[in-house]
């Protein structure tokens, strides 16, 4: 029985087919201060390992992609959650408080994510 139950608990934080399905795209945005790419690109790995950390420890979350505004020294990370409460905590574990967070949605025909599936 215990080997069943830890099954279980590895699979609570897959972002599978099912899990797919019950969750939802946000982007979270941040601008580096003064200006720097690099800054934002330290950021950006920050906000990325926090939410590894997270998905790893059976948080439903995982990342989708990132994209660095280089004439703004800004950063929009999309990030595929079942909580928009799940991507403020990736947020705050990655000390970026002044990130913004938004529900986000694909236009079109959608957004292909890393697994094939589309958004």
Do not use: K, Y
């Amino acid at each position: 029985m215990p080997a069943a139950d830890g099954a279980r608990r590895r699979e609570r934080g897959r972002m599978g087919e099912a899990g797919h399905r019950e969750t939802g795209l946000f982007l979270v945005q941040f601008r580096s201060c003064p200006p720097s790419a690099d800054d934002a690109e330290d950021m950006h790995r920050a906000l990325h390992r926090a939410v590894t950390r997270l998905g790893s420890a059976g948080t439903p979350i995982r990342w989708c992609a990132a994209w660095l505004l280089l004439d703004e020294c800004r950063c929009l990370c999309l990030v595929q959650a079942a909580r928009e409460a799940d991507v403020v905590l990736a947020r705050d574990l990655a000390a970026l408080p002044t990130a913004s967070v938004s529900p986000a949605r694909a236009l079109g025909g959608g957004t292909v994510l890393r697994n094939g599936s589309r958004s």
